[in-house]
């Protein structure tokens, strides 16, 4: 940092950075917040070492120490934080809209990453980890977002993100057990935004970790790095965000749960859309609005990580495997079909064909009974693990949809129940044009279709989807029914 730099000063609800020449120094004001007290100077000497002891970890070129401020006896009046000065021109968030964007972030995913793989761990770290804590988590920021500043963000809106947040976490216990188990839950940083890096020559800088609350930096190193996807999708660079993400799973060699990604996205959506209410109270422009569109981007985020357990079913040459491809592609859900578990387990080769009259041989109802129990043992994981996941079968039993339903709730998935329609003629042809062709997992041909339309039970839960129209459009109508789906709260 050239010495010839500018003398400024910059001013938060909790310090004054004074910025002179190469060096900066931070002064904590004497201030009680609550979630900290600053009121007295042996407060603050051990906040400042807190600060700089943590901080170090990420920057320890730039924190170089506390310096005591004293009466012309030598007497200590006050502290501060000596830092070494950042170049103002070459924090990341002034340069996201640069040619070379992408390799810059992609440099700090590596650095995060680095920081993440030798971050603390242990069991007081570990519990921060466990979906109590998530939850608490939400609802503690909530909860201060409707008490201390009321109205900023519309009532409504509260609610809505509270019952997302709350059917995700519910139900999803042996993930958040297994992020436990694998050692995800660190002591990060808490509080990683653009304004905070900096592109060195050398290297990225990190600083400002969230050093006053030990608590808050605890948790799973997801958490950390979407607080910084986050603030790239906020600026407007989404594709700067899924990069960023992309070269630090990279780095740690792990993929990690993409719900769970999005949503803690979200969370971190909030906790800045809570701190811009907060300041909108305090009648800082142009806040409310800020306040808003952060959260709009959390609700939106919990609504694509909303869990499903979809079942598509229908007659043979219904067009149902079709759709459930469709969107399982589309939802990045897991999608298991009956033909070929039948398949499986009975040892056929899922292209050979094994066709049996109506009700025998591996269609006798026995074998189709384990088939169904066998889909719902294979979803019930994936759900568990933040999964959606698109049954397709028949689904002609009562039974056996009222066993699918208690796996969903079980596991808080929100339900979808799709029943694929097409005129029986059209679906007899689809049918014999399929046999023809070979290679199909399914066997049925139109004496099958017939027989099954007859013996299904009523479906007045399904939504029915005519599969008339190309495959596109029926996709496109479906994914609109499944936006519009069963709600949480």
Request: neutral net charge; proline residues 7%.
């Amino acid at each position: 940092m050239s010495g010839t730099a500018p003398a400024e000063v910059r001013e938060t609800h909790i310090s004054v950075v004074s910025m002179i020449g190469d060096r900066a120094y931070k002064l904590l004001k004497p201030v009680d917040l609550g979630f900290l007290d600053h009121r007295r100077r042996e407060a603050r000497l051990a906040a400042c070492l807190q600060e700089t002891e943590v901080n170090r970890r990420f920057a320890p070129d730039v924190y170089l120490g506390v310096l005591d401020v004293t009466r012309g006896d030598g007497t200590p009046i006050d502290h501060l934080i000596a830092m070494r000065r950042m170049p103002a021109d070459r924090s990341l968030s002034r340069l996201l809209d640069d040619p070379g964007a992408e390799r810059l972030v992609r440099e700090v995913g590596r650095a995060v990453a680095a920081l993440h793989d030798a971050s603390p761990t242990g069991d007081a770290v570990s519990r921060a980890g466990l979906p109590g804590h998530v939850v608490g988590l939400w609802d503690e920021g909530l909860d201060a977002l409707g008490r201390d500043a009321p109205g900023v963000v519309p009532a409504g809106q509260v609610a809505r993100a509270r019952a997302l947040a709350h059917a995700y976490i519910r139900g999803r216990g042996p993930m958040f057990e297994t992020r436990v188990e694998d050692g995800w839950i660190r002591d990060g940083h808490g509080d990683l935004l653009a304004d905070d890096v900096y592109m060195l020559d050398d290297g990225p800088r990190i600083l400002d970790c969230l050093a006053f609350a030990p608590r808050l930096r605890h948790g799973d190193v997801l958490l950390d790095v979407a607080f910084l996807a986050m603030d790239l999708e906020a600026r407007g660079h989404a594709g700067l965000a899924a990069a960023l993400i992309d070269e630090w799973s990279a780095s740690l060699g792990e993929t990690h749960p993409s719900s769970l990604l999005g949503h803690y996205v979200a969370y971190r959506a909030h906790v800045r859309s809570k701190v811009a209410a907060l300041r909108a109270v305090q009648g800082r422009a142009g806040a409310a609005v800020m306040a808003r569109r952060l959260h709009s981007l959390a609700v939106a985020h919990l609504e694509r990580t909303r869990v499903r357990l979809i079942l598509v079913g229908g007659p043979p040459g219904s067009g149902k495997s079709t759709l459930a491809a469709g969107l399982g592609r589309e939802l990045g859900g897991r999608v298991l079909r009956s033909d070929v578990v039948r398949k499986q387990r009975e040892r056929v080769p899922a292209g050979a064909g094994a066709p049996a009259p109506w009700e025998q041989g591996i269609y006798h109802p026995d074998v189709t009974g384990g088939v169904y129990q066998d889909l719902l043992a294979r979803a019930a994981p994936a759900l568990a693990h933040g999964e959606t996941v698109v049954l397709d079968a028949s689904w002609r039993s009562a039974g056996e949809r009222d066993a699918a339903r208690r796996v969903g709730a079980r596991h808080g998935a929100d339900m979808v129940e799709l029943r694929c329609e097409l005129p029986p003629e059209v679906a007899d042809a689809r049918m014999l044009e399929r046999r023809r062709a070979g290679g199909d997992p399914s066997d049925a041909g139109p004496a099958v279709g017939r027989a099954m339309r007859a013996e299904t039970d009523p479906w007045p839960e399904a939504t029915a989807v005519g599969t008339l129209p190309p495959p596109g459009d029926v996709l496109d109508a479906a994914l609109a029914l499944i936006d519009g789906a069963g709600p949480p709260g």
